[in-house]
């Protein structure tokens, strides 16, 4: 599928809409009552739930907004992204790696999740009655959402890297990209999902990769991307109608050309047969008029017919020689160049 190197790119990064706030018990542990947070997109949810939480429940909205640490660590990232990129060189392989999450900006982010004021919830009444994050139960609250963060920063790098990258996957029979990554398409397609968040970097003051108001690793315009994927897809349609026009054009042009040299090889042969038999024909009257049954008249009658076949056998030869120019020039062969001479000139 032409899309699903891109949409593979942007699946970790689709975007929440409107707050709402989960009931949930105070206790620890998973709760079968528990009722889930939802945004507008399933691979989110089920994924990077943390994500779900901190962007669509207002409380903890309000808690990244009003975080220093958090709004600092997202302009430096931002900074630091926007320089990477502008210094990259015409490759989406560095492009990629420059929007990794790098381990410092991971631990930095997941000391001030722990330590923000209005997240001290998060743990007890979403991450352990949820179930979502059962491997690190046996941890305290802070060091529970640390390690919930890290999870999804380390599951955005990972998707970034096997898509963006060519990495291999686990299962390449279900996660393996539709093209190699020396291929020009799958450079051409990661390029331009790229360039989709390096202009959102620009453009949104909310901040791709934002850490505050919303810790979104992706706050995307999913429309403009899907824009960006049509203009893709109608390029490469004008590109292959134009492909198969000049293909059906060089296609005609050498069933012509061929027809033509074989119509040509066929006036030659035709035309030698004739001169042949017109040659035979004036030996014969010449024969006849040294025994005195033919005139002179005769013979030069017989010598006229042998010039003019022998004239149209040498026109014959002209056509098939341009026959056969047009018909190389159109299969695209060449012939050798010319030897230099002493002065090295051809």
């Known amino acids: 599928m032409f899309l699903r190197t891109t949409l593979a790119i942007v699946t970790a990064m689709l975007s929440v809409a409107t707050p709402v706030e989960a009931a949930a018990a105070d206790d620890a542990g998973p709760k079968p009552s528990y009722s889930w947070v939802q945004s507008d997109s399933i691979v989110q949810d089920r994924d990077f739930y943390l994500l779900t939480l901190l962007d669509r429940v207002p409380q903890y909205r309000a808690a990244l907004a009003a975080s220093p640490a958090l709004t600092a660590i997202r302009t430096a990232r931002r900074q630091r992204i926007a320089a990477a990129l502008a210094a990259c060189p015409d490759t989406a392989a560095c492009r990629v790696e420059a929007m990794l999450w790098r381990d410092d900006e991971?631990?930095?982010?997941?000391?001030a999740l722990a330590g923000a004021d209005g997240l001290g919830t998060l743990a007890r009444r979403h991450l352990r009655p949820s179930g979502a994050f059962i491997l690190h139960a046996d941890q305290s609250d802070a060091a529970m959402i640390r390690a919930a963060w890290a999870d999804a920063a380390l599951a955005m790098n990972r998707i970034l890297r096997l898509y963006g990258l060519g990495e291999a996957p686990l299962y390449p029979r279900i996660d393996a990209i539709d093209f190699a990554p020396a291929d020009t398409n799958f450079a051409r397609i990661v390029a331009e999902a790229v360039e989709v968040l390096r202009l959102a970097i620009i453009d949104d003051d909310a901040g791709?990769?934002?850490?505050?108001?919303?810790?979104?690793?992706?706050?995307?315009?999913?429309?403009?991307?899907?824009?960006?994927?049509?203009?893709?897809?109608?390029?490469?349609?004008?590109?292959?109608?134009?492909?198969?026009?000049?293909?059906?054009?060089a296609l005609e042009d050498a069933e012509a050309g061929l027809t033509r040299y074989l119509r040509a090889r066929e006036t030659v042969a035709a035309r030698?047969?004739?001169?042949?038999?017109a040659t035979a024909a004036a030996v014969l009257v010449e024969q006849r008029r040294r025994e005195g049954t033919a005139s002179q008249v005769d013979t030069l009658g017989a010598r006229r017919i042998v010039l003019m076949t022998d004239t149209k056998l040498r026109i014959a030869e002209t056509d098939l020689a341009a026959a056969y120019v047009a018909l190389s020039k159109s299969l695209g062969l060449a012939w050798p160049p010319a030897p230099l001479d002493a002065d090295g000139q051809r």
Not at 209 to 232: E, H, K, N, T, Y
Not at 272 to 277: N, Q, Y
């Open 106 to 111: 991971i631990g930095a982010i997941g000391d």
């Open 272 to 277: 030698e047969h004739s001169l042949r038999a």
């Open 208 to 249: 791709i990769f934002s850490i505050g108001p919303s810790i979104s690793w992706a706050f995307l315009d999913l429309d403009r991307v899907r824009a960006r994927i049509a203009q893709a897809d109608a390029r490469r349609d004008e590109d292959l109608a134009r492909y198969e026009i000049a293909v059906r054009g």
